[in-house]
């Protein structure tokens, strides 16, 4: 189901706000419908609607995963048996330390064909959870691809306005590593919170304070004040670019050093590329791209290759085939 294709103007401008996030409010969606020229019992059925057919994957605070104790991160790439890929990728799927798995298409010189996104407080806790998984799944043959730098990372956006009906993004900023701010029990209390059990409601903040047993306006100073550091990175919704009719792929480029700088941002000046990592690989950067179909994917891959003069075995496109989880929850509380 091609959301801006359906059901006309309303979903399609739900869909143009609901990418930059929701507004920095108390009462979020009444801002956001009149942003829009809607009802807010339109715009929360629109949602609703959304959440039940799984076009939401889920809505709320997404967390800068470094507050809340998980300072090291790697991609973790397997070579697992066709017949076990399933198997394997739901067994990795319940670990509470892997946050997204794949399995992805192989290619050419790379036949790495599960991936796994393993967080934790160090890169040594990284190692130990990943021999675990190793040894749960009984397969040696894997890659951990540690992050050396975020280079990128930005919301995807479906619907491109013109430049003058466009204000500036309320996701339009890469995030921050770290805020460099320390948070409190009932700072990571109010986060778990938000992030899952955050309501449809013209006044949710309100909500989640009753539910917690706090007064509404403390809590909505300590959501500000861990918006201003960057503990929260934004309010808004994880939404599936399948079922909004988007085509998506994991790509890499193996690039000299020197020239990392220089392919960074060609990369990064392509809106459609959402994520951007420089890892510790022979093929050191890593990005993903969402687009209307495939064949813009090729295009924009082939538009990097060009600019970097890179032969075609330097450009790695990994479609994924199966999805076994993605979940960037963090539990603050441990």
């Known amino acids: 189901m091609d959301v801006t294709k359906r059901n006309g103007d309303i979903e399609h401008r739900v869909l143009a706000a609901l990418q930059d996030g929701l507004p920095r409010s108390r009462t979020p969606y009444s801002d956001m419908a009149r942003e829009i020229g809607i009802s807010v019992d339109d715009l929360l059925g629109v949602l609703g609607n959304w959440q039940r057919d799984g076009t939401i994957r889920r809505i709320g605070a997404i967390v800068n995963h470094f507050d809340v104790g998980l300072g090291d991160g790697a991609m973790v790439v397997w070579k697992v048996a066709a017949e076990r890929t399933a198997e394997v990728g739901a067994l990795f799927a319940g670990f509470p330390e892997v946050s997204h798995a794949y399995e992805r298409q192989t290619a050419p010189g790379w036949q790495y064909n599960l991936y796994a996104m393993v967080h934790g407080a160090t890169g040594e806790a990284v190692g130990r959870t990943v021999e675990r998984m190793s040894r749960a799944a009984r397969v040696s043959e894997y890659l951990i691809l540690a992050t050396r730098k975020e280079l990128k ?114 990369i990064g000046r392509h809106p459609e590329v959402t994520h951007s990592y420089l890892r510790d690989h022979e093929f050191n950067i890593w990005f993903t791209v969402i687009a209307a179909d495939t064949a813009k994917i090729e295009k924009l891959l082939d538009e990097v290759r060009t600019a970097l003069s890179l032969e075609a075995s330097d450009v790695l496109n990994l479609p994924m085939t199966r999805m076994f989880k993605l979940d960037a929850r963090f539990m603050a509380r441990r």
């Open 153 to 266: 990372k930005v919301a995807p956006r479906y619907v491109q306005l013109p430049a003058a009906c466009r204000g500036e993004s309320r996701n339009s900023k890469s995030e921050v590593r770290s805020s460099c701010r320390s948070i409190d029990d009932l700072d990571r209390t109010i986060l778990d919170a938000l992030q899952f059990e955050f309501p449809l409601s013209e006044r949710p903040f309100d909500i989640v304070a009753e539910r917690l047993g706090l007064d509404a306006g403390l809590l909505w100073s300590r959501v500000e004040a861990m918006l201003d550091h960057g503990v929260i990175r934004r309010l808004g919704a994880s939404l599936d670019s399948r079922k909004l009719g988007f085509c998506s792929t994991l790509a890499a480029v193996r690039v000299k050093e020197d020239l990392v700088d220089r392919a960074a941002e060609i």
